[in-house]
């Protein structure tokens, strides 16, 4: 178990490395963040001072050295504009974020998970074929397209929700539908066939045989056997999607996210260390959610704990 | 070397169904889109990005006020949106197509001889697939795109990292699967080079797979350009890319809903008709392949 | 001179004195209501040190806490006092002497606002460690300050500088008044987050990047704060603005032109300020001929090696103006809040420009003929030209702008017009090195009237500028350099028409409009009649003048 | 003879389908009394299983529908009893064991749970009985110190093995009736031989009655007291053992037996019943081996055969024999 843990964790630390290489050269590409912060009406010699001050006329590979072993030291830098420790200013908004993907996530499989079992057990009834309908119109939406509807007409014309902004539990309601439709849609379409492979299964006859009662055959043996390949098929997309998801709720919310701190404001400044810090906050959350799935993986199947 | 595609016997029968199976309104979805893509400049009334702003944020012709010249309305700078989405139409497929083909063609060249050979080279590249699994891609493209300016070659590119280890993890296990089948042995025992084998023998295996994945992947990627797009990531204006129009709608909902409204109804359809055609294929090439 | 002239000219000044202390004199209405506002921006760094706060973006914090040494008339914009009373040219505008007002107090006790605090403010400003995009130039001009007494004070420069009162002003936004003895007991960090000034208001909470909560501060010696205490969000997202406006959040929203129509339909009203930006598109490529990006074959570049090539590219200038329809870009994508403008930095009606001019007018056939005239009838063998669309914070519009030029020509003129889109600090990098050769791009200047252009016009007109709107023209610089020498302020004016003129006759750049600035208004809060903002200045710059529905 | 345990009267089970009803059991009769061995005997598809599962009432939903007759188990029709009471039957009374030992058990629960279930829901035990009952249990099956492995998963156990834990599973509650679906059909010979004798242990030191189901006529002899051929939905011939290896009445029985090789002869080619079993949706009006069967007459093809008893207990579905 150790070593199966140990090897994610390597891998884990790969990914995080070549993700920060990736984003310091890419942030580099053009423009640099003294043009934004010596605005319009600098002079020459002005640019230059500020410049040194950022360290940002030394040649690239020195700034990378520094760069490296900041992270290291758990320093990431002082943001360019606001000289706040750059990983500082990304927590703060970063508890926007997390609270949006965590109740998107419950939200998700709260849906996603009965909805497929039930389609699963009551197939061919209108539950299934309403859930199969459900499923596959909701990989078609694309969720911003939805989030622009949702405002229209929850915010616009029955104005029972805030159009944007995070105040309330009220305003959480349409960044996460944007955000899980269409994880939703995926992973009950994902349960729903899984599920039925496991009640067409021999222990799950055993079981029935044994005198159990359905509720328990079901959420109990035969869940547990769906919710693996769940489990490690929907963290693949899961995570990929809260990003994009957060990313596109976030700006059309405004929720003062992770997420929306990168492009809106970062990117666009150059503010190269908070740039870099968010990315590596928001790669540290995707690797993490990656090794967990792996452990709870491990769990839930005794055949992969024993390897 | 004239490579012979022999999709097995038992498949070809289960592709040759009755006409009445067939998925009748995704292929006639798809078959206009392509269409519209292709004829798009016969099709569309107007040129997608000839300005006049004049005629600005005109509603659909059917609504007061508007006229049958813009049948579906104009937006910000008076440009026609039946025209836009039509044209649309062929940038979403362009885009989607390249960046599957492209996408797809890595993963399979990674994918074949990981799962073929196996021992090192296997795990090698499939670590290579898992760390590249686990690159936040998209966070990657937004950063690539906001800096350089959005284009084109940033959209493709980012679809093609975020596909190309789906396709390599899903190829491989295929690979794996034909590779312990008999008729892998007998070529091997018929002294086929090895490569032989790849080309003649299991790639052709995993040709239905592929299709249904393609499907499946088609449609995901216009709906990440759409994203990419609608963030101003993706395709640089004035293309009539579909997610840059709900982008340029998108604070306009209360005055001018339709300029946001009609490209969502495109995607939607168009992934809508993907997706029920990678369904039907998927039931009837390779029932046991989970949805991707 | 007759007794009775003394006597009516004495009278006639205490008449002045008298209505100037009137107007400046606190209305006795005490502050009332609660005012919220929702703003694109609150500032960079958010700092409430004026040196420890980069340039760039508008310091909407330090204005409402602190106090300027002069102000700006609302009508004409010329100079007005503030905490200094007076202020004189002395040594051929080499020195400059300050006449301070008395009794200012500092807020929480830090006592009375003497020459001390101007001195330690201004001297901090152009300290190595300051990050003030003013600092470096002021660092540069000024040789030393002296304190005559705690109420007079006298900045000698290195050079004669007509322009140095202007940049004083509340305009000039990083010159405000910092109290010496509270910085120095409770130090820098302290002070740039808890500050003392001697503006109408007191800050009470900050909460970095979100919000900040401030209270009137009475009684102000200028004008007292018409609400008791006020709220700034800072909400980048224009949309999001709109809907805390609808919504009931917020009483003021700063919004783009997009949103206009969708607050009128919301039925808000609105607070304007005139001319608050001239937009124009910059031709790129009319540099130095010894620059690598130099490229001779850009049709509206003069190469000296071809003598036709003058001519030509003026052709082509003049066919490129004529294309656009400047009216309909101002009523359409500004909802027409704006008129079309005749030069670019300078609003039409300006005193530095010369009267009379009318814009270009928008003549499409003339300009086809022009174009076949200069060698490229239909368009046919006119290089393809790239339109970089370039938003700044504030001022989306320029990618609009530069959108609708680019289908104008391609309409009108059959061009090919290839877009890029870029963000500031990558346009920046290329302006720097004058990589621009056959692009163009929209700039929406603030032209800030007050004092004079001058300020605007160095950052992008002069070859040595850092980045150029214009190009590098011989002329141009020659014209440049006369305003600067002219210690004359009269005399100045006719060197500025003479520069704006030979813009204009030269078709150099393509002016598009001057547009207004607006504040969308809940009117049952606030009494947008009072409110009046600062002409030419995209923010806001008077809070204590927002008065609530009495 | 004593009351028998199970009496199943004319039982019809029907399965809808695209292609129409599929008879599976079409009026199925037969009885089990406590102790004995009944073996049910035919070609795959002719309803072996899903008479038991009828039984049971398991028949996989929605497709499956018990359409008539009755099963009476000490008297009482199960056809009838509410779900709650079947499932006090269901392991306590009449247990099952499935064919396939390497799907039978959940992979994602360990040996003591699974075994454990059926103990605590039908004999109410808890924590250390349960676990204590389970170990014995599991004794009783001789899996080698049990107590040790209860922690473990099927997938640490052989096939024989888990076959083996299936079993404890079924006997755990000493059911008096355990219907036994081709237990043995995927393990190998001498793991055969094996489960089977201890099945035989087991039965003669509880008592407990089984339905044996299996294709392999030599696990019949070996096993079976009476034993019942059923062809296309309905048993054609039912008989002791000894009767039925020695004066097979049906055509179709002989022509099983017959298909079995024999060592000593040496011949060039097997016997196998020629055509194919018929399509359970669209049955023939008549005897439904009439198409394959030798001695077919006119009558057979459209005469439904009578139901003909030979001696105490032997009775054959043939006009041939009437």
């Known amino acids: 178990m150790g070593r199966y843990i140990l090897g994610h964790i390597v891998q884990a630390v790969f990914t995080m490395w070549i993700v920060v290489t990736l984003v310091f050269g890419l942030v580099r590409l053009a423009g640099s963040p003294v043009d934004i912060l010596a605005g319009e009406l600098a002079s020459r010699e002005q640019v230059e001072a500020l410049k040194q001050r950022f360290g940002l006329d030394k040649p690239l590979h020195v700034q990378y050295g520094m760069y490296l072993w900041g992270i290291l030291r758990g320093d990431f830098g002082e943001s360019v504009i606001t000289r706040e420790p750059a990983m500082a200013e990304v927590l703060q908004r970063s508890w926007a974020s997390v609270q949006l993907g965590a109740v998107a996530m419950v939200f998700t499989l709260a849906m996603a998970l009965p909805i497929g079992v039930y389609a699963a057990v009551y197939r061919g009834r209108r539950l299934d074929r309403l859930a199969s309908a459900f499923g596959i119109l909701g990989q078609a939406v694309p969720p911003f397209w939805l989030g622009i509807l949702l405002i229209w007409l929850f915010a616009g014309q029955l104005r029972w929700l805030p159009a944007a902004g995070k105040s309330g539990p009220a305003s959480f309601v349409m960044p996460v539908i944007v955000i899980s439709w269409y994880a939703v849609a995926g992973i009950m379409r994902l349960t729903r066939s899984t599920m039925l492979d496991v009640l067409d299964s021999e222990y799950i006859k055993l079981a029935r045989i044994k005198g159990l009662p359905e509720h328990s055959v079901i959420w109990k043996h035969g869940l547990k056997n769906a919710a693996i390949p769940v489990i490690t098929y929907g963290a693949l997309i899961f995570v990929g999607l809260f990003l994009v998801g957060s990313v596109v709720a976030e700006t059309i919310f ?18 190269f260390p908070v740039v870099q810090a968010a990315v590596i906050f928001i790669c540290f959350l995707y690797v993490t959610v990656n090794l967990f799935v792996d452990i709870l993986y491990s769990y839930l199947d005794p055949r992969i704990r024993r390897a | 070397m004239q490579i012979a595609i022999r999709v097995p016997a038992a498949r070809v029968k289960r592709l040759v169904v009755p006409l009445r199976q067939v998925p009748v ?33 005109l509603p659909p012709a059917w609504v007061g006020g508007g006229s049958w010249d813009y049948p579906l309305g104009t937006d910000l700078f008076g440009r026609d949106i039946l025209s836009r989405v039509i044209y649309g139409a062929r940038i979403s497929l362009m885009i989607s197509m390249t960046a ?13 001889p990981a799962g073929y050979l196996g021992g090192r080279v296997d795990m090698l590249l499939m670590r290579a697939v898992d760390v590249a699994l686990s690159i936040p891609t998209i966070l990657i493209g937004i950063v690539l795109a906001v800096t350089l300016g959005p284009s084109y070659e940033a959209v493709i590119s980012v679809i093609v990292l975020f596909v190309w280890p789906r396709y390599a993890r899903q190829v491989r296990g295929e690979t794996l699967a034909i590779k312990q089948r008999d008729f892998i042995a007998l070529a091997k025992i018929a002294g086929s080079s090895r490569a032989r084998i790849l080309i003649v023998h299991i790639f052709p295996n995993l040709v239905p797979t592929l299709l249904v994945l393609s499907s ?16 101003g990531v993706g395709i640089p204006p004035p293309a009539p890319a579909w997610g840059v129009m709900v982008a340029d709608g998108k604070d306009l909902v209360v005055s001018a809903w339709w300029v946001s409204l009609f490209p969502g109804i495109a995607i939607l359809l168009t992934v809508l008709s993907l997706n029920l055609l990678g369904d039907w294929l998927r039931d009837r090439l390779d029932p046991k392949l989970r949805q991707v | 001179m007759k007794r009775w002239q003394v006597l ?30 929702a703003l694109s921006s609150l500032g960079a760094a958010e700092r409430f040190l004026p040196w420890a706060d980069p340039g760039c973006e508008p310091f909407i914090l330090q204005r409402v806490v602190y106090d300027f040494l002069l102000y700006s008339d609302l009508d004409t914009g010329e100079l007005r006092p503030g905490l200094a009373e007076r202020w004189v040219a002395e040594d051929g505008a080499k020195a400059w002497r300050f006449y301070l007002r008395k009794g200012v107090q500092f807020q929480q006790g830090y006592g009375e606002m003497t020459a001390e605090d101007v001195k330690f403010t201004f001297e901090r400003l152009i300290s190595k460690d300051s990050l003030a995009s003013w600092g470096k130039p002021l660092a540069r001009d000024l040789d030393r300050i002296e304190i005559v007494n705690p109420y007079e004070i006298v900045f000698r420069l290195k050079k004669p500088d007509v322009t140095f009162p202007a940049n004083t002003v509340e305009v000039r936004c990083q010159v405000v008044i910092v109290s010496k003895k509270y910085v120095e007991s409770v130090g820098e960090a302290q002070a740039a987050e808890k500050p003392v ?69 919301a039925g808000f009203a609105f607070a304007r300020s005139k001319a608050a930006s001239v937009y124009h598109i910059h031709l790129g490529g009319m540099i130095n001929p010894k620059n690598k990006h130099f490229n001779p074959n850009i049709p509206w570049v003069v190469n000296a090696a071809d003598p036709s090539s003058a001519k030509r590219a003026l052709t082509v200038r003049k066919a490129l103006n004529l294309a656009v329809n400047k009216q309909e870009i101002v009523d359409s994508i500004f909802s027409g809040k704006g008129e079309p403008s005749i030069f670019a930095f300078l609003p039409p009606g300006s005193v530095f420009a010369p009267a009379g001019l009318k814009p270009y007018p928008y003549d499409p056939e003339q300009a086809r003929k022009l174009l076949a005239e200069a060698g490229y009838p239909g368009g046919r063998g006119f290089p393809t030209v790239t339109a970089r669309l370039v938003p700044f914070p504030g001022r989306a519009e320029q990618v609009d702008v530069a959108e609708a030029v680019a289908g104008y020509w391609e309409k009108n003129l059959g061009l090919k017009v290839k877009r890029e889109v870029m963000d500031w600090p990558a346009l920046a990098a290329k302006l720097k090195v004058r990589d621009e050769a056959g692009i163009i791009w929209a700039y929406g200047t603030i032209p800030r009237p007050l004092g004079e252009p001058l300020v605007t016009m160095m950052s992008w007109v002069h070859s040595g500028a850092m980045y150029s709107a214009i190009g590098e023209i011989p002329e141009v610089d020659r014209l440049y350099e006369a305003v600067m020498k002219e210690v004359d302020p009269e005399k100045r004016k006719l060197r500025y028409r003479d520069l704006a003129r030979y813009i204009y006759d030269n078709y150099l750049v393509v002016p598009i409009g001057s547009v207004d600035a607006q504040y969308a208004v809940n009117p049952k809060v606030v009494d947008v009649k009072k409110w009046r903002l600062v002409p030419g200045e995209t923010y806001i710059h008077n809070y204590e003048f927002i008065e609530p529905v009495r | 003879m004593t009351q028998p345990l ?17 008879k599976a059991v079409d009026g199925v009769s037969f009885s089990v009394h406590p102790g004995e061995t009944l073996g049910l005997v035919g070609e795959s598809g002719c309803g072996k299983s899903v008479t038991c599962l009828s039984i049971l009432r398991l028949v996989p939903q929605p497709a499956g529908k018990i359409v008539g007759g009755r099963v009476l188990w000490e008297g009482e029709d199960l056809l009838k009893k509410s779900e709650v009471e079947m499932r006090r039957i269901r392991g306590g009374c009449i247990s099952m064991i499935l064919q396939d030992p390497m799907t039978s058990l959940n992979p994602v629960f360990s040996i003591g749970d699974q075994v454990a279930e059926g103990i605590a829901i039908h004999r109410r035990l808890k924590g250390k009985t349960l676990w204590q009952k389970t170990a014995e249990v599991l004794g009783l099956v001789r899996i080698s110190s049990a107590k040790a492995r209860l922690r473990d998963y099927p997938h640490q156990f052989s096939g024989g093995m888990r076959q083996r834990v299936v079993g404890a599973i079924s006997l755990a509650c000493e059911p008096r009736l355990l219907i036994a679906d081709e237990p043995t059909t995927s393990l190998d010979v001498t793991i055969q031989l094996q489960y089977l004798n201890l099945l ?16 392999d006529f030599g696990i019949v002899a070996k096993t079976c007291d009476r034993v019942a051929v059923m062809y296309a939905g309905r048993i054609v011939e039912i008989a002791s053992v000894r009767d039925l290896f020695s004066r097979p009445a049906h055509p179709y029985t002989r022509a099983l037996l017959d298909s079995i090789p024999n060592l000593e002869e040496q011949v060039d080619r097997l016997y196998s019943i020629e055509g194919q079993p018929p399509a359970l949706h669209s049955l023939p009006p008549g005897c439904a081996f009439a198409p394959r069967c030798p001695y077919a007459t006119r009558r057979c093809d459209h005469e439904y055969p009578p139901e003909v008893s030979l001696n105490s207990g032997h009775m054959a579905l043939c006009w041939r024999v009437a």
């Open chain 4, 6 to 22: 199970l009496q199943v009267e004319n039982l019809r089970t029907y399965f809808l389908s695209r292609w129409g009803t599929v």
């Open chain 2, 100 to 112: 599957i083909g492209v996408g797809g063609l890595f993963g399979i060249l990674v994918a074949l």
């Open chain 3, 197 to 265: 000034g001697s503006g109408p208001f007191r800050l009470v909470e900050h909460r970095r990047r979100v919000t900040a909560r401030f209270e009137a501060s009475v009684p102000h010696w200028r004008k007292s704060p018409g609400f008791a205490s006020m709220t700034l969000y800072r909400v980048e997202e224009p949309a999001a603005r709109l809907a805390m406006l609808r919504a009931g959040e917020v009483d003021v929203a700063e919004i783009p032109y997009k949103l206009l129509k969708e607050a009128e339909v």
């Open chain 1, 254 to 271: 405004t929720w003062p996210g992770v997420g929306r701190l990168i492009i809106l404001q970062s990117v666009r400044f150059r503010d």
């Open chain 2, 25 to 57: 309104l995704p292929l006639a979805i798809l078959l206009l889109l392509v269409l519209t893509a292709l004829l798009a400049p016969v099709l569309a009334p107007g040129s997608p990005t000839e300005q006049n702003l004049g005629k600005r944020l």
């Open chain 3, 8 to 37: 009516f000219s004495v009278a006639g000044t205490v008449m002045a004195l008298m209505l100037v202390a009137r107007s400046l004199t606190p209305a006795v209405v005490a502050p009332k209501g609660h005012l919220r506002m």
């Open chain 2, 216 to 231: 499946l992947q088609v449609g995901a990627a216009i709906i990440m350009e759409a994203t990419l797009s609608f963030l």
């Open chain 4, 200 to 215: 035989k242990e087991i039965q003669r030191r509880s008592g407990v009655a089984m339905i044996f189901v299996t294709h």
